[in-house]
């Protein structure tokens, strides 16, 4: 473990996990392109496999340029420790192998990332896992669930793509009233805006793909565990699976992270200008902004995130048609999935991110046909609304 002093989430973004190396002092962290390290002696084998001695083995199991990653996300999140895994998916499975046994139950928010449900729903149905995925932001809701095989309660706040927000801290008190787990994906927020961790949550995941690598350019995920025995199990299964991150891939998502703060405050503040000029448009029917004084939840953001991010979600009076002729239209903004780079995205989830869930779940979701995600980027407002409004305009 690292040694933390309490410093801002800014300077931990930068300093985090990494010191000049004892060896050459590099400033960046070398790349360590390494499967396997080279034992002093068969003895000094025996003894790192027994766990007597610390040190490196094997990459799957352990890489100095993976730990750097792993130990800047740990401080970011107030965790014990993190993992780093090949992928967001592979962080979502790895806790769903890790803490649900043969016919267990779970509790999930209706709107999680698409596959995050569909491999409960598809893949772990062939061990007798069942789960309820409901709308998470009503607490009462979650307890009317909970069952004797109840064990996890896994929640994305703000949720893909409703933006919905779940209260972490209500939800931590009813995790430890049942003895639940309660894990929150974070990749929305990223922990320059949202700590679960600190508000009562177990564990901690990322894509860190989104706003945390934020290029575009890698794709890779993260778990972070408040206590020494969730990440030791955590650890175990994730290292059995194989899931684990390599470590040219940690390397470049070490680079992302240093500017994380920088570029989550420039896409929130064109978000929150884009949103209000959403609202204010005639073509425009809804808009899902967490930073909007019409949002539901507008409150929750303000006690639980240090800010709305830049994911919006909208709906046009024109509905389904009319938001393909919008996506179809922008000249700037790029039709892609994926979200949380530094330039900006649109995409229809009921057709593409979340096509994998059945239509009658996505309407309870609240993942309607109208509905178009934007992930706002870091580019000059005034060019991203003058696309938008073009493209509005061939509607
Ligand atoms: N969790 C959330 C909230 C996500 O948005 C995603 C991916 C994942 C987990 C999985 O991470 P991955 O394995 O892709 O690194 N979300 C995507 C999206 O909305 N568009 O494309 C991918």
Redesign the pocket.
Known sequence: MENRTKRRPETEIIHSGYHPDPFARSVSPPIYQTSTFAFESAEQGAALFAGKEKGFIYTRLGNPTILALEQALATLENGYAALATA??????STVYLAFLEKDAHMIGTAA??G??RTIIETEFVRYGVSADFIDTSRIEEIEKRIKGNTRLLFI?TPA??TMALTDIKACAGLARRHNLILVV?N??ASPFLQNPLELGADVV?H????FINGHSDV???AIISRSEQLHNRLQKVLRMHGGTMDPHQAWLVLRGLRTLHLRVEKAQENARKIAAWLESRPEVAWVNYPGLSSHPQHRLMEKQMRGPGSMISFGLNGGYEAGLRLINNVKLCTLA???GGIETLI?H?AS??HASVPAEEKEKAGITDDLI?LSVGCEAVEDLIADLEQALEKI
């Open positions: 992928s967001g998916m592979a962080a979502v999680l990332y596959p995050s994305e893909n793509p994906d990749t929305f995941i894509s860190l793909t989104k794709v890779g995920g999935v994926s979200l995409q989830p593409m991110t995600r």
